[in-house]
């Protein structure tokens, strides 16, 4: 399994922004043959999709809740994916976690969470009304 570490959480106030990174301690060049995933829990809610890259960086996908307000992106030279977040309001609190794909080379951007094998310890997310 590969090990993650995600950063860029933290308190900001609705209609602000932040840019969540996740990148692997355990680089190897297979990492950048796997898709990328955002989920996110927020207290007392089941974890949910929030985002996610294919391999190759041309095919994302995105919840409804945050289309048009975050961004996925991945920096495969640096084994790290990004999520930018604009706009976030109050519901957007939460632990938001990334994870990597189970199957190499997938076409598409999977948005399960059984099609994700690895997870990081998540970052915190508050949004402030």
């Known amino acids: 399994q590969v090990q993650l570490v995600e950063s860029g959480g933290g308190l900001v106030q609705a209609g602000g922004s932040l840019r969540l990174s996740c990148s692997s301690v355990?680089?190897?060049?297979?990492?950048?043959?796997?898709?990328k995933g955002w989920f996110r829990q927020a207290p007392g809610k089941e974890r949910e999709f929030v985002a996610s890259?294919?391999?190759?960086?041309?095919?994302?996908d995105y919840a409804d809740s945050v289309k048009g307000r975050f961004s996925i992106s991945r920096d495969n030279a640096k084994d790290t994916v990004y999520l930018q977040m604009y706009s976030l309001k109050p519901e957007d609190t939460a632990v938001y976690y990334c994870?990597?794909?189970?199957?190499?080379?997938?076409?598409?951007?999977?948005?399960?969470?059984?099609?994700?094998?690895?997870w990081g310890q998540g970052t915190q997310v508050t949004v402030s009304s």
């Open positions: 355990t680089s190897t060049l297979t990492f950048r043959k796997f898709a």
């Open positions: 994870a990597v794909d189970n199957e190499p080379l997938r076409s598409g951007s999977p948005r399960l969470e059984t099609d994700f094998g690895s």
């Open positions: 890259i294919s391999w190759s960086g041309t095919s994302t």
